[in-house]
């Protein structure tokens, strides 16, 4: 949620603050629910934004003479959504090191040309690719990890990629 005060007029639809700001909501997947006068002199230049995936606000704009600003009044339905959880396999690179890897695949099937001699292209890459992750496994093992998604901004997740002109 974003509140306050903007001294941007936002009634000036060719204003180019207006303009810019308005687009500014639309990349983060913000609206803003003020749609009347917040200054005593005229012209909306208070907001509030919410995600635009949120129920919309109702909000009430009060004069109550404090100050040149209207009081803006609203509720705030939000629940927080339920974590979501994704699980993926995971080797822990960290713990390799180049000296005993190196030394595994010396004593590998990599390292006697009897053993693949024979193979064609496909075969070659398959058998290459087997042994690496069997030495692999020996020394880093794939391990099952399931983990918290953190939420972005507007309940989106991390791992999803947006495409816009943002």
Known sequence: MLAGDLNIQLERTTDLYTIQFVELLAC?????????????????IDVICTCS???????????????????LRWLSPFVRPPPVYMTANHRLWRFLTS??????????AL???????????????????TTISEQ???????????????????????????????
């Open 111 to 129: 390292f006697y040309v009897q053993q693949y001699e024979h193979l064609d292209g496909n075969a070659l890459v398959q058998f290459y690719s």
């Open 28 to 44: 983060h997947g913000l609206v803003q629910h003020i749609q009347s006068m917040t200054h005593v002199d005229g012209g909306t």
């Open 136 to 166: 692999l496994d020996v020394q880093i093992p794939v391990r099952r990890v399931t983990r918290r998604q953190r939420r972005r901004a507007c309940g989106l997740m991390t791992n999803v990629v947006e495409q816009s002109r943002c």
């Open 53 to 71: 995936d949120l129920p919309a606000l109702t909000v009430n704009i009060l004069n109550v003479g404090l100050s040149d600003h209207r009081q």
């Open 99 to 108: 000296d005993s890897f190196l030394s595994s695949l010396q004593v590998s």
